[in-house]
T-cell receptor, first 115, second 115 residues
Framework: AQSVAQPEDQVNVAEGNPLTVKCTYSVSGNPYLFWYVQYPNRGLQFLLKYITGDNLVKGSYGFEAEFNKSQTSFHLKKPSALVSDSALYFCAVRDNYLGYNKLIFGAGTRLAVHP | DAGVIQSPRHEVTEMGQEVTLRCKPISGHDYLFWYRQTMMRGLELLIYFNNNVPIDDSGMPEDRFSAKMPNASFSTLKIQPSEPRDSAVYFC?????????????FGPGTRLTVL
């Protein structure tokens, strides 16, 4: 079965420093991987996805993610964090078992960026 | 485009009452998903539809929960009778297509409190 793991409940980083939010996955076949962000009292917003092609995927708000097949990882990164990046981040993998089209979400990682 | 629309945004009800949550997906999208988010269980997929047909309802917690999609622009999630443990934020999401792993677009959610 497809699954994702986000090993950190919370990540703390100082404003201006680079940030990384970790995600590992387990899939059969080629992975379709996604990152979403959730701000307080809002729905999830799509940030970026990896389907195929370049291992470095660029997305919204200056975020990028690196797909690493050998390590089965899809870590979210940003070169310089902003206080406004503080939010809950979800990694997800598409589950296409039996032709289904649904996303399996990780537990989420809370990012806190301190001034 | 107005995005995914959910109503009501907040619902407070008493145990035993019927609750109906509503969703209007993005026009032209052929997939619709219902999720539930709680602190304890995170984000859970309850059910999803493709072209108005339920495809996977394995996440529906029990018979008290039911979902319908009478047409391409409207879906309901009903809880009858409601219980305090149903208190959560319920999200609706929609997406277009399946083969290319298109991202899901989430509504703002309905915060349900069952007293």
């Amino acid at each position: 079965a497809q699954s994702v793991a986000q090993p950190e409940d919370q990540v703390n980083v100082a404003e201006g420093n680079p940030l990384t939010v970790k995600c590992t996955y387990s899939v059969s076949g080629n992975p379709y991987l996604f990152w979403y962000v959730q701000y307080p009292n809002r729905g999830l917003q799509f940030l970026l996805k990896y389907i195929t092609g370049d291992n470095l995927v660029k997305g919204s708000y200056g975020f990028e993610a690196e797909f690493n097949k050998s390590q089965t990882s899809f870590h979210l990164k940003k070169p310089s964090a902003l206080v406004s990046d503080s939010a809950l981040y979800f990694c997800a993998v598409r589950d296409n078992y039996l032709g289904y089209n649904k996303l399996i979400f990780g537990a989420g990682t809370r990012l806190a960026v301190h001034p | 485009d107005a995005g995914v629309i959910q109503s009501p945004r907040h619902e407070v009800t008493e145990m035993g009452q019927e609750v109906t949550l509503r969703c209007k997906p993005i026009s032209g999208h052929d997939y619709l998903f219902w999720y539930r988010q709680t602190m304890m269980r995170g984000l859970e997929l309850l059910i999803y539809f493709n072209n108005n047909v339920p495809i996977d309802d394995s996440g529906m917690p029990e018979d008290r929960f039911s979902a319908k999609m009478p047409n391409a622009s409207f879906s309901t999630l009903k809880i009858q009778p409601s219980e305090p443990r149903d208190s959560a934020v319920y999200f609706c999401a929609s997406s277009l297509g399946a083969e290319t792993g298109n991202e899901q677009f989430f509504g703002p959610g309905t915060r349900l409190t069952v007293l």
